[in-house]
């Protein structure tokens, strides 16, 4: 069991920069992929990014590639989400997510694949 809460969100301008961060406990973060996903008002929750158990590989949905940056801490027991160049269309509760298994090899952009989920953190951008 993992238990994530995130941080970070807040109020930027177009153009702007935020670093979210989502600390872990439990002692299988280190071995499990983690997930960003955002979820906009009426709309359903759609991936945004994801990291290997070790850091070593990561995976991006179009949308973001480029502007958004995920990492991890294992030490820290952290993983982070840098995102710039925000635009509006950015704006979304912000979810960190812990892949349901343990060290595996594909990175998963469905949200069935992850069972432990943050409280999310809200990031609004303004044009």
């Known amino acids: 069991q993992v238990q994530l809460a995130e941080s970070g969100g807040g109020l930027v301008q177009a153009g702007g920069s935020l670093r979210l961060s989502c600390a872990a406990s439990g002692r299988t973060f280190s071995s499990r992929a983690m997930g960003w996903f955002r979820q906009a008002p009426g709309k359903e929750r759609e991936f945004v990014a994801t990291?290997?158990?070790?850091?070593?590989?990561?995976y991006y949905s179009d949308s973001v590639k480029g502007r958004f940056t995920i990492s991890r801490d294992n030490g820290k027991n952290t993983v982070y989400l840098q995102l710039n160049s925000l635009k509006p269309e950015d704006t979304a509760v912000y979810y960190c997510?812990?892949?349901?298994?343990?060290?595996?090899?594909?990175?998963?952009?469905?949200?069935?694949?992850?069972?432990?989920w943050g409280q999310g953190t809200q990031v609004t951008v303004s044009s």
């Open positions: 997510a812990a892949d349901r298994d343990v060290f595996r090899t594909s990175l998963n952009v469905l949200v069935s694949e992850y069972n432990q």
């Open positions: 990291i290997n158990w070790n850091g070593g590989r990561t």
